[in-house]
């Protein structure tokens, strides 16, 4: 599984990277800082520097990750995405599956 965040800036966004990973919710988070979104909130239409983190997780996992970052975040309605992969690098998904913590 793959999972798209944001965060208002790298920082932030390295701060909970590093704690889902530490946690081994996630086995490795791709941060992209430089990301600008446009969006509407409250009835009018923002624009915002942020960065994009991407996880990777399992399946069994993912809700998890999901709820804890909502927990751990600053923002009201934070940006979780899950996207299944259905192919990918057998030796990548194996990594991925050794380093993610089983449900306990």
Do not use: F, N, Q
């Amino acid at each position: 599984m793959a999972v798209l965040a944001t965060a208002p800036d790298a920082s932030a966004a390295e701060a909970l990277a590093t704690r889902l990973v530490e946690e081994r919710l996630a086995a490795c988070v791709t941060i992209l800082p430089g990301a600008t979104s446009i969006y509407r909130w409250e009835g009018e239409v923002r624009r915002e520097s942020e960065a994009l983190l991407v996880l990777k997780t399992t399946e069994a996992a993912v809700r998890r990750l999901r709820d804890r970052i909502i927990e751990l975040h600053e923002y009201a309605v934070p940006e979780v995405l899950a996207l299944h992969v259905p192919v990918g690098s057998d030796a990548y998904l194996d990594w991925v599956r050794a380093e993610v913590r089983p449900a306990p």
